[in-house]
């Protein structure tokens, strides 16, 4: 079965830093880019970041260029988004999910979908 | 930056034909994705590439691709399609993703 599972949410202060882990399993990870999109309370969805399969191409929303890196390792079947200069309008559930298909064509649609770590930025 | 644009709400009774549309001025050159996502839960993917089903989306849920416009149609809708509707897609340069606001599918 093919699962992804967020960790390392929670609360941090503005001006702060957070990264999330996202670990996949039940599918080639190395084969698939995988995205990040987030999601603030009562709102609807925001796509924040890609990053191929390979780690050669990254590709970032303008709301967040600059203060979050996408990465990846693939040996541990693990994704990363490491947040920095957090803003209160950052609060939000990010979801990693991953791509439909394989090549940069499938960058942009998402089959599964892990459950959603919440951030909270406040002080 | 790039937008695409759809209706807030769409209300339909129960057996009757529900349309979402999506506009985007890349829409032409870009595929669009349709995600369905009730309370509480994460999004589910429901058409890809414009107007490919999932394994596992029933056969009533169905994409469509006009110019700048992408429309979802879920035939003889039922209670349990209530939900969020939004679609996905890219800019013309294919460097950056982008969702619609979303629409909310009311079942009468």
């Known amino acids: 079965e093919v699962q ?120 | 930056s790039y937008e695409l644009t759809q209706p807030p709400s769409v209300s339909v009774s129960p057996g009757q034909t529900a349309r979402i549309t999506c506009s985007g001025d890349a829409l032409p050159k870009q595929y669009a994705y349709w995600y369905q996502q009730k309370p509480g839960q994460a999004p589910v993917l429901v058409i890809y590439t414009d107007n490919m089903r999932p394994s596992g989306i029933p056969e009533r849920f169905s994409g469509s691709s006009s110019g700048t416009t992408v429309t979802l149609t879920i035939s003889g809708v039922q209670a349990e399609d209530e939900a969020d509707y939004y679609c996905q897609s890219a800019d013309t340069s294919g460097t950056q993703g982008v969702f619609g606001g979303g629409t909310k599918l009311t079942v009468l």
Not at chain 1, 18 to 47: I, N
């Open chain 1, 4 to 123: 992804l599972l967020e960790s390392g949410g929670g609360l941090v202060q503005p001006g702060g830093s957070l990264r999330l882990s996202c670990a996949a399993s039940g599918f080639t990870f190395s084969s698939y880019a995988m995205t990040w999109v987030r999601q603030a309370p009562g709102k609807g969805l925001e796509w924040v970041s890609v990053i191929s399969g390979s780690d050669e191409n990254t590709y970032y929303a303008d709301s967040v260029k600059g203060r979050f890196t996408i990465s990846r390792d693939n040996s541990k079947n693990t994704l990363f988004l490491q947040m920095n200069s957090l803003r209160a309008d950052d609060t939000a559930v990010y979801y990693c999910a991953k791509v439909w298909g394989r090549g940069r064509a499938s960058y942009y649609g998402m089959d599964v979908w892990g459950q959603g770590a919440t951030v909270t930025v406040s002080s």
